[in-house]
């Protein structure tokens, strides 16, 4: 198992994968990492889908603009924002906080406000607002990935229309990334990062 400073050190994204299932077990781990992230007021919009089957694979890739790679994992996680759960947990999240008294009185008051506003939002827009929820979920699967071996790519530059085509899905769900993961078929060097005193402000 390794410590988290290793995970992060270790991670690199992954574009070429070994043929080998992953084990039900793992995945089952990966969505329970997911699980546990924070979000705001505790709305937990994350879902996902694990695809395996080789035909709805090639779907994503050309839903993510023929990023054929994708095809080539064992299976992809399919990240994505259940718009309506978030609203719905949204306000139940908020009580919760004032309930326990994680959050003062007019906190609640504020949150609570806010979370009618959003309502009235399009979902085009909630979707995107939303989004960061559901990244945090995503980057414990990629760094809890690596303790068995697994290597990840983030996903972004993909059409959410033509995923949600693929699953018959309505536009409550709003797809955040693609996840291929499998056993590397790469070692990647690290990629340049800047340096610590360019990123302070
Ligand atoms: C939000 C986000 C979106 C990304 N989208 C893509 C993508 O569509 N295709 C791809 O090949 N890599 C994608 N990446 C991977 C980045 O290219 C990669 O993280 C970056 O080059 C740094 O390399 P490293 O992850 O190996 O450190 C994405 C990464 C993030 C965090």
Redesign the pocket.
């Known amino acids: 198992m390794l410590t988290t400073k290793e995970a992060i050190a270790k991670?690199?994204?992954i574009?070429k994968f070994k043929s080998d299932p992953i084990p039900d077990e793992y995945l089952f781990e990966l969505i329970n990492a997911a699980r546990l992230a924070p979000s705001g007021c505790n709305a937990q919009p994350w879902r996902f889908k694990i695809v395996k089957d080789q035909k709805s694979k090639i779907k994503l890739a050309h839903a993510?603009y023929d990023?054929s790679?994708i095809a080539n994992a064992p299976a992809v996680i399919v990240c994505c924002a259940d718009i309506s759960g978030y609203l719905d947990g949204t306000v139940s999240g908020i009580q919760d906080l004032g309930k326990i008294g994680a959050v003062e009185d007019n906190i609640v008051q504020i949150l609570l406000k806010r979370a009618g506003q959003l309502k009235v939002y399009p979902v085009e827009q909630i979707g995107p607002q939303i989004a960061f929820n559901v990244?945090i979920s995503i980057e414990h699967i990629v760094l809890r990935a690596l303790d068995f071996g697994l290597g990840t790519?983030?996903?972004?530059?993909?059409d959410g229309q033509k995923v949600n085509d693929i699953f018959g899905w309505n536009e409550n769900i709003f797809t955040v990334?693609l996840l291929p993961i499998g056993y590397p078929a790469e070692d990647?060097s690290?990629?340049k990062?800047l340096k610590i005193k360019k990123i302070l402000l």
């Open positions: 991670r690199r994204s574009r993510a990023q790679f990244a790519c983030w996903i972004r530059l993909l990334a990647p690290p990629r990062r």
